[in-house]
């Protein structure tokens, strides 16, 4: 349930904060129900952290690995607002390895991807909106009954009857407390837990790598994750590009490396775990500062009304891809009951 404090009130215009699946759920949704919504996100286009970099050839999955379903309506979601070809299955061979058994096959479980690249549900979801790309909101102030904000270069947006946040708690914090929202701002303190960095690398190797799984949690001080991007549909191309996700720790003590300095370290890491003896042909390596939550709190979403300011995101759901939608789901029923 999202934490709810006080009674709900109209809605006319809405400003959301971010673009990745949280915001875009939110501004869909809200602008479904009859509101003026606009979105703004500080990169130069959405996803958060449904990410893909250009590759040579195609593009490679650096951020969300793939998602699931476990909620019906999700999918309807997607399929009716990102569109049915916007994602696929991956049926691809997963693994972790266990320090005492060894290597052991994942539960079955269907697990989805964009197609051709993560970012494609969330660039056919960012159609339905209205988007400032490349708009850092700084601070949120008063102006009588509604809301403005106003972003690092001092440009101001007026007329918001009411604000939603979907960057990550981190930086949600900052933006309550550079707008004098010091309660709401502990409040959220209170459920963001400890955001942990991820340094990620994508590497090509002209040869196939050989091995049981396609995708791997190795039992690795340097490596969370590992994971054939090729095999994915929609990624044909000559070789295999592979992702290499660092874990929390390693990444933590490492946050100033070079990207050079990390990738070679990764993917050192890399040949080890799978006795590969070929080099990469090329990579290209991305750092995460807020890649997922250790949180155990999730109350879903948290909503003021009496501030008009509601707060959604994965971390308040879980963690997954998916709760990123629960989360914001939960917060535009609050927001909007009757429209939604």
Not at 5 to 15: F, G, K, L, Q
Not at 124 to 143: K, W
Not at 219 to 239: D, I, Y
Request: hydrophobic share 40%.
């Amino acid at each position: 349930m999202c934490e709810v404090t006080s009674d709900t009130s109209s809605i006319r215009s809405v400003a959301v904060i971010g673009s990745g699946l949280a915001g875009l759920t939110s501004a869909i949704m809200l602008g479904d129900s009859g509101h003026r919504v606009r979105v703004f996100e500080k990169s130069r286009g959405p996803g958060g952290r449904m990410a893909s970099k250009r590759v040579t050839n195609g593009s490679a999955d650096i951020g969300a690995q793939y998602f699931t379903s476990r909620n019906p309506g999700f999918t309807r979601f997607l399929d009716r607002w990102a569109g049915k070809n916007s994602y696929g299955i991956w049926n691809a061979r997963f693994g972790f390895q266990s320090p005492e058994r060894g290597w052991l096959a994942f539960p079955d479980e269907h697990r989805f991807v964009g197609m051709p690249r993560m970012t494609a549900i969330t660039r056919a979801l960012s159609a339905h909106v209205e988007l400032d790309a490349g708009v850092r909101i700084a601070r949120m102030s008063r102006d009588g009954l509604q809301w403005r904000l106003t972003d690092f270069d001092g440009k101001e947006y007026t007329g918001f009857d009411q604000v939603v946040i979907t960057a990550p708690p981190a930086q949600a914090q900052d933006l309550l407390e550079s707008s004098g929202l010091h309660e709401f701002a502990d409040r959220l303190a209170a459920h963001s837990g400890n955001m942990l960095p991820c340094w990620a690398v994508a590497a090509h190797f002209a040869d196939p790598v050989q091995g049981r799984f396609d995708a791997m949690r190795p039992a690795s001080e340097a490596l969370f994750w590992l994971a054939n991007n090729s095999s994915k549909p929609g990624r044909e191309g000559a070789g295999q590009w592979w992702v290499l996700h660092a874990t929390p720790e390693w990444t933590q003590h490492r946050l100033d490396d070079s990207p050079d300095l990390v990738a070679r370290a990764l993917m050192a890491e890399f040949a080890k775990l799978t006795g590969y003896q070929g080099q990469a042909t090329d990579w290209v390596a991305h750092r995460w500062l807020y890649a997922r939550s250790d949180a155990g709190d999730n109350p879903g979403c948290l909503y003021d009304v009496s501030l008009g300011i509601g707060v959604a995101g994965d971390w308040l759901a879980g963690g997954r891809v998916e709760g990123a939608w629960e989360s914001a789901n939960q917060l535009i029923r609050a927001m909007a009951p009757d429209g939604c």
